[in-house]
């Protein structure tokens, strides 16, 4: 038998680095804005945020125009979009079979799993960013008496837990589904029926704030501190509905065979 | 080399691989032959990770595949043409491999020429891709760190006859340069003309290993006569084993004795030589005998 070139049997590993984590998260942002579904969801993010900030300063009561009708009027549309960005951060990799590239490419699943969650706060503070300066630019516009009204570095840091959160459940709940139409569906049904639901049924009205998210969520919206059972019920909620969930989906894209 | 050790995979109740061994060597090309459904797309994905075994374990060059740093950096794998986001150009779906792997991106450029993609055909969404430039594009990912190794799951698929000549000479070029180069299909046809090493699986069970060559001498007779039930009978009848292949009869015997078979019985013979190319396809029926979906497959 004649060989051609003779190589060492074993392969030498030893000059090749690992992969970086943050190219990892590089090209995880990269996928979320070349497919034309990612670009428009990060574009109407952008332009509706905008909208809804330049609707207020056009059409509200001159006494309404100042920093934290601004805020809250860009937070409504964004908490909204961005669990759709989380849940498409997956599935656009699952539904459409890509994941057997990446994972061909990048055998640590994990390393996979936590870009993307970086990715996906990476975006919810980004989205965070530009609801600010463009309240602010909204607010200095108006030039109203009293215009920051009292906004706190503290609100900030609420608003950026919530809008953080709402990205954090799609992502979830994309990795419980692996499916754009059904984690999106369930994302915004399963809460509102079991808000329904707690809402009904008497014995549950005192758990409420403990087991929905939705309502747990509300004192983040207001200006004044949480109290420590508020955080309590937060922390409940966010384990039923975001750590339940990414736990159950992570457990099994770790394990699954990726077809 | 790829050293695949006693490797069993079942789902339920169903085998899909059974204590397959076989090892592909560095400086060849080593043909992964079977039938559709037969576990070769199974076996290369153990190979990669993306299916866990049930028991048994793949050594690529001595490690397990995930234990290499960056592992297309020595790995090139096409498994499946039609795993992409297919909203992605098949230029971004270069790019970001070669971001993830931390190739510069004027490897994307170098390797659409290579694999005869167009400026303007990497620019359109792989939704609009016909079969054969998807597995160019696939081809194209699979190279991109250079690798020592490559592990192709059907590659010639879909490609026009130029497409596979062009694969052909590539692949030759790489074992040439003493990589590794493992490439599955069920086209038998396929695999004689490229590979240097044949492994042979159906139902999940590895049938036969070896060189091609030691298929090509020793494999009997080819033989074509007007009479042909006559021969097989007279052939049969002296204790001879004949199998009917494409071209005519094979038989397990040497020409000199099949020829004086026929010349007793006064057959008329049109064709009679050793059979070369037969060798293959003959093995191939024999070791899949009773599956009546082979014969379809095995041209």
């Known amino acids: 038998m004649s060989e051609t070139i003779q190589r060492p049997e074993t392969l030498d590993i030893s000059g090749t680095p690992a992969i970086p984590f943050y190219r990892l998260v590089e090209v995880e942002l990269r996928k979320m804005t070349d497919t034309r579904s990612g670009k428009w969801l990060l574009i109407v993010i952008a332009v509706i945020t905008a909208l809804a900030v330049g609707l207020v300063l056009a059409f509200a009561q001159p006494q309404d125009k100042v920093f934290e009708t601004f805020i809250g009027i860009a937070a409504t549309p964004q908490g909204f979009l961005l669990p759709v960005l989380g849940v498409l951060l997956v599935t656009s990799e699952w539904g459409e079979r890509a994941g057997m590239t990446t994972f061909t490419l990048v055998p640590q699943r994990s390393r996979i799993l936590l870009a993307k969650i970086t990715a996906a706060v990476l975006f919810g503070l980004a989205a965070i960013a530009l609801a600010l300066i463009v309240a602010a630019l909204a607010t200095l516009l108006a030039n109203q008496p009293d215009r920051w009204g009292g906004y706190e570095i ?4 609420k608003f950026a837990l919530l809008q953080t959160m709402g990205i954090l459940q799609g992502l979830a709940f994309g ?7 059904a984690a999106i569906v369930t994302y915004y049904v399963v809460p509102i029926a079991f808000s329904v639901v707690t809402g009904v049924v008497e014995q549950l009205q005192d758990l409420q704030p403990w087991l929905d998210l939705n309502t747990s969520q509300q004192p983040l919206f207001g200006g004044e501190r949480l109290t420590g059972q508020e955080w309590a019920q937060l922390a409940t909620g966010t384990l039923i509905w975001i750590v339940v969930p990414l736990t159950v989906g992570a457990w099994r894209m770790l394990r699954a065979e990726v077809k | 080399m790829i050293e695949v050790e006693t490797v069993s995979k079942t789902y ?9 061994s076989f090892r592909a060597r560095q400086g060849r090309v080593t043909g ?7 576990g070769k797309s199974t076996t290369m994905r153990v190979m990669v990770g993306l299916t866990p075994p049930t028991s048994g374990k793949v050594t690529i060059g001595g490690h397990r595949y995930a234990d290499l740093p960056n592992p297309a950096r020595h790995v090139g794998t096409l498994l499946d043409a039609s795993a992409q986001h297919a909203g992605r150009t098949g230029r971004e779906i270069l790019a970001l491999g070669a971001t993830t792997i931390g190739v510069p991106t004027t490897k994307v450029d170098e390797l659409l020429a290579l694999v005869g993609l167009s400026a303007k055909e990497a620019k359109r969404r792989v939704r609009h891709y016909s079969l054969g430039m998807r597995q160019r594009l696939g081809i194209a990912h699979a190279l991109l760190g250079d690798p020592s190794v490559l592990i192709l799951d059907e590659p010639v698929n879909g490609l026009d006859p130029a497409g596979i000549h062009w694969m052909r000479v590539m692949l030759r070029e790489y074992a040439g340069r003493g990589c590794t180069v493992l490439l599955s299909s069920h086209l038998l046809h396929e695999v004689e003309m490229i590979a240097d090493d044949i492994v042979l699986i159906d139902h999940g069970r590895i049938l036969w290993q070896g060189e091609k060559n030691d298929l090509l001498s020793g494999q009997g007779t080819v033989v074509r006569a007007v009479e042909t039930d006559a021969l097989q009978q007279a052939l049969t009848a002296d204790g001879l084993s004949v199998t009917a292949a494409a071209e005519g009869l094979h038989v397990q015997a040497e020409t000199l004795r099949v020829g004086t078979v026929a010349a007793r019985h006064g057959i008329t013979l049109v064709e009679l030589r050793p059979a070369q190319g037969a060798g293959l396809e003959a093995l191939f029926l024999q070791l899949t005998a009773g ?4 014969a379809g497959i095995a041209s």
Do not use: I
Request: net charge negative; glycine share 16%; aromatic share 10%.
């Open chain 2, 291 to 294: 599956r009546p979906n082979v």
């Open chain 2, 12 to 20: 339920g109740s169903f085998t899909a691989l059974d204590q397959v």
């Open chain 1, 154 to 157: 503290g609100d900030v840091g």
């Open chain 2, 32 to 38: 992964f032959l079977g039938p559709n459904g037969a």
């Open chain 1, 175 to 181: 990795m419980l589904f692996l499916n754009s139409a």
